[in-house]
């Protein structure tokens, strides 16, 4: 019994491509705007804001996949690769729009700052961890890198936090929109301490209700 | 002060708001109406001011830019947020109360302190969060006022702080309070009585708009701009240095004298340079590099002769 209605099968490809394209609309848009000189007071600041929290937001909805399918039985593991690169993606622009617009190039105050300044040592630390991520998330990969594939794919969990403390350690006053993301990424990770148990619970309950062996496999 | 000083012309002609105006309605025709925050200058009414001694030779940051871009907490700590939720603040009537250490304490209406000479001003705004903007006040040195109080010999200080209203401010109530009211600064009493540390009441030719600290406000242009506390109703001179609201927050990254200073970095971020904004969007605002007291160096870095400024940030 789904809570959705199940989505056709031979619309599974374009809507995940639909997904890539509405993804990258808030950037685009953004762009645009900055360019054109309408978005208000400090441009570069606002797009780079907004790459960032695109970026944590795509993040999240990664990290949601899993609990939704466990919770509901709703599946949508087929969004989460393009999800977790739109998360990526959204990374790579925030760090070089501040690296190109921000900073205008001058190196030596973008290496003190990732050095010095814990929120972007921070920041740049999940940038870099996520590059592995990225570089996987593909077919190939997966088959070649086998369970270890999930093992590093856990990585997600540690750039998630990473990213909501990056967030909240950039505000002069952490306000409700950073407590918000800290307390969904904690919400999130905590349900992989008690995924495995509830999945337990789950299928001895149903082995009572029908006597049907489960054989779902349950990925990361 | 030499790099001050104005031509004489006048206040209106310092402005050409017209042509601000003008690209506005063109942008917005350009862009088939769509056009993000058209923050007008609310309830704000033509002011009529001299044109002050000092005057940065840098162009002025547009008036959509000074009013929609803010940092007023009271109404909500998004950029946008006072120019948005401030419509229902009313500054009239207004009363600022003047007292502590003074021989003649007294309350100002705001009609009073309309009375001052008014003079504009343009400085240099630099946010402490590395932005700056340069900007048309109108106003009068706060020597002036003081000077009607008559502050006894044994005032240090002065003490300022901001109204507390949660009904007009939506930022002053609700579960989420980013900072405890009312919002309070202080300077040395030399800082006060300086000539560039001015009470402002309106900005680009008109009152203040409500978004940036209706009806008067500080403006103390060698110092981060959080100094300059907004809608202001009590002035107290005290002995002992006054509490200061971001210094009370976070005492490690905001100091009492605040003084900018390109050299002693935010914990969490360098002040050697700032981003002046402005329209123009991603290539028409700048990075450029901050000065000591914000370009003030000459006026009052006689002010602080023999301090440790890294000390005394």
Known sequence: MALVPTL?????????????????????????????GQLPGNAIKEFEHLLGLWALRFLIA?????????????????????????????????????????????????????????????????LVLLIPLALT???????????????????????????????????????????????????????????TRFLRWKRQRSAIARPIPATEKAAG | MPSYRAPRIDASEITPERCFLDRRGFMAAAAGGLILG?????HAAALKASTGAYK???????????????????????????AANSASFKPEPWKVKVNGLVSKPREFGLEELLAFPLEERVYRMRCVEAWSMVIPWIGF???????????????????FETVIRPDEMPGQSGYFQPLEWPYREGLRLDEARHPLTILSVGVYGKTLPNQNGAPVRLVVPWKYGFKGIKSIV???????????????????????????NPAVDHPRWSQATEIRVGEGGFFGSNRRDTLPFNGYAEEVASLYAGMDLRANF
């Open chain 2, 38 to 42: 058209s923050a007008t200058a609310g």
């Open chain 2, 141 to 159: 040195p706060l020597a002036a006022l003081l000077d009607e109080v008559e502050p006894l010999g044994s005032a240090k200080y002065v003490a």
């Open chain 1, 8 to 36: 056709p099968k031979h619309l599974h490809g374009p809507s995940i491509w639909a997904l890539y394209a509405l993804g990258f609309v808030p950037a685009a848009s953004a762009f645009y705007l900055g360019a054109t």
């Open chain 1, 137 to 195: 998330s593909n077919n190939w990969s997966i088959r070649r890198l086998g369970p270890r594939w999930n093992k590093l794919h856990k990585l997600v969990y540690v750039i998630a936090a990473a990213g909501a403390l990056h967030f909240a350690m950039s505000v002069k006053v952490v306000g409700p929109e950073p407590m918000l993301y800290i307390a969904l990424v904690t919400l999130l990770l905590s349900w992989r301490t008690v995924r």
């Open chain 1, 62 to 126: 990664t990290l949601t996949i899993t609990p939704v399918r466990d919770l509901f039985g709703v599946n949508w593991i087929r969004y989460r690769r393009a999800l977790g690169l739109l998360a990526f993606y959204y990374v790579l622009m925030h760090f070089l729009a501040y690296m190109l617009l921000d900073q205008m190039l001058r190196f030596p105050a973008i290496l003190a700052d990732i050095a010095r300044r814990p929120f972007i040592t921070i920041g740049m630390a999940a």
């Open chain 2, 56 to 82: 940065v030779d840098e162009p002025l940051t547009p008036e959509k830019d000074v009013t929609s871009y803010n940092n007023f907490y009271e109404f909500g700590t998004g950029k946008g947020d006072p």
């Open chain 2, 234 to 260: 009590r002035i107290s001179l005290t002995e002992t240095p006054p509490p200061c609201t971001w210094n009370l927050t976070a005492p490690d990254e905001y100091g009492f004298y605040a003084n900018v």
